[in-house]
């Protein structure tokens, strides 16, 4: 499994970026997929998951009303659209492939119950 992460760059505060990832070597269309961050210094943490349909999405406290989680199983791709972005959401953004086809509990926020990772794509807003 690949996944590809692109999207990242420099923001204002404010402002809007869309992330995407694209994965090969599976198949994607089952799979749960999720959105985590990291920051210098900080732990890993979870941005949002989305189920194989897109159907079901979670998000972090953090940034829900703010990022959206969403997919096309045509093209294999899932997506991160960031508006109002804030200072603190600059990190390193990495989109993962969760170990359940089935997104429920809260097990998708622990980044070890992920088997499968991208390799990060720098988010950095100025204020």
């Known amino acids: 499994v690949q996944l590809q992460a692109s999207g990242g760059g420099l923001a204002q505060a404010g402002g809007s970026l869309r992330l995407s990832c694209a994965a090969s070597g599976r198949d994607f269309n089952s799979a749960v997929m999720g959105w985590f961050r990291q920051a210098p210094g900080k732990e890993r943490e979870f941005v949002g998951a989305i189920n194989w349909s897109g159907s079901i999405t979670f998000y972090a406290d953090s940034v829900k009303g703010r990022f959206t989680i969403s997919r096309d199983n045509a093209k294999n791709t899932v997506y991160l659209q960031m508006n109002s972005l804030k200072p603190e959401d600059t990190a390193v953004y990495y989109c993962?492939?969760?170990?359940?086809?089935?997104?429920?509990?809260?097990?998708?926020?622990?980044?070890?119950?992920?088997?499968?990772w991208g390799q990060g794509t720098q988010v950095t807003v100025s204020s």
């Open positions: 993962a492939v969760y170990q359940s086809a089935v997104l429920s509990g809260n097990s998708y926020q622990d980044p070890s119950r992920y088997a499968y």
